[in-house]
């Protein structure tokens, strides 16, 4: 095993490698060449066929203890858009600020957990690595557990590096996300003259009343870890460029946030018995993102707010909160929880990261892999 790894250095690595989703090559280069001195088996494999792949994912696995701990995040990022005060690649440090698409979603977590394990040669250790969460996420961590699946490794515990901290590295540990499901809303009509409206069929008045039921839809109040599931119009479109024209068609798109009391399957259908009763002939199509999902409050989220608290002094709020994440996936594997760096700058211009807080997240994954697998 080679000596520590500075976790400040193998961020700006990553950072310098063009990883814009779905990420392949040098990149996950970079994350090999500093795993494999650590006695890490690097299992390295494309997934999956255009349009949505392929997409390069990594998988390394150290050690043989009865204890397995595993990691898991992307190396992947959004595009870096205009307006970046240097180069998006820079991997620039510039008054203790490190700067680059990725800095803190989630590259620095990676090179913060692989620094932590560096420290350590305790029990069993993985790193589930995707180069599409950013993306589509099809070939992604779904891959990566198949692959998993294949070869008989089950960890124990899983943390996510996503960046939950909001105003200060610590404050926020994610123990459960919301499901999504997306919904789109076909109904039919007969196209005419708009003056000779008993011989057309206008399908826009049935949409509207289609929504209307919807929108007075109340899933829930919430429960005692989520938020209320709440159902968004996203898009209505007719696409009718004529002012006397009946359309043909009216479509909608809708968006739903759901917690733990609800399935996706289930959603959709109840949006589909709705449009039925007010227009014949409708097609409702769903696509789902994700369940929700609860890690319950235990031994998993205290031995990370024990960490965290050694580390920072601060004692984290356990949330759910947020968008969807690859925890989503992960979850049906084993106990997770995501805990990363402050996100106030993900996705934005001049992305960055504090190198004190690079530090400070390595000594706590540090604290968690000795916790959890002592």
């Not at 709705?274 to 998993?300: C, D, N, Q, W, Y």
């Not at 989220?301 to 947020?322: C, Q």
């Not at 969807?324 to 990261?353: Q, W, Y």
Request: proline share 6%; aromatic share 6%.
């Amino acid at each position: 095993m080679s000596g520590p790894i500075d976790p400040v250095a193998l961020t700006q690595a990553l950072l310098r490698a063009d990883s814009v989703t779905p990420a392949r090559g040098t990149v996950f280069d970079i994350l090999e060449a500093a795993l494999a001195p650590l006695g890490f088996a690097v299992d390295r494999f494309m997934s999956g066929e255009a349009p949505d792949g392929p997409v390069e994912n990594l998988l390394a696995v150290r050690g043989d203890g009865p204890r397995h701990l595993a990691f898991a995040g992307h190396v992947d990022v959004v595009p870096p858009g205009e307006g970046w005060t240097g180069s998006p690649w820079s991997g620039e440090v510039r008054g203790g600020l490190l700067y680059g698409r990725g800095a803190v979603d989630m590259k620095g977590a990676v090179a913060a957990f692989v620094a932590a394990a560096s420290r350590s040669e305790a029990g069993t250790l993985s790193m589930i690595i995707t180069g599409d969460e950013e993306g589509p996420a099809t070939y992604g961590t779904v891959a990566l557990l198949e692959r998993m699946a294949a070869r008989g490794i089950v960890p124990d515990l899983c943390l996510v590096g996503e960046p939950t901290s909001t105003a200060r590295l610590g404050d926020i540990i994610k123990i459960g996300r919301r499901g999504s499901v997306n919904i789109w809303i076909d109904v039919p009509g007969r196209q005419g003259h708009v003056a000779y409206p008993h011989l057309a069929d206008n399908p826009i008045p049935r949409l509207i009343a289609i929504l209307a039921e919807i929108d007075a839809v109340v899933l829930d109040e919430g429960t005692e870890w989520f938020q209320p599931s709440n159902i968004e119009v996203t898009d209505i479109t007719v696409g009718n460029p004529a002012h006397n024209v009946i359309p043909a068609k009216a479509s909608a798109r809708l968006s739903i946030r759901f917690n733990d009391r609800h399935r996706g399957a289930d959603l959709i259908d109840r949006i589909r018995a709705i449009a039925e009763r007010h227009a014949h002939g409708v097609v409702v199509t769903g696509k789902l993102s994700g369940e929700a999902f609860l890690t319950a409050p235990g031994a998993f989220s205290t031995l990370l707010s024990e960490a965290i608290a050694g580390a920072t002094g601060i004692t984290p709020e356990l949330s759910t909160t947020g968008g969807t994440s690859d925890a989503r996936f992960l979850s049906k594997l084993c106990p997770v929880v995501e805990f990363g760096l402050i996100n106030a700058t993900m996705h934005k211009v001049d992305e960055a990261v504090a190198v004190e807080d690079l530090r400070t997240l390595t000594d706590i994954y540090a604290a968690v892999i000795a916790r959890a697998l002592a």
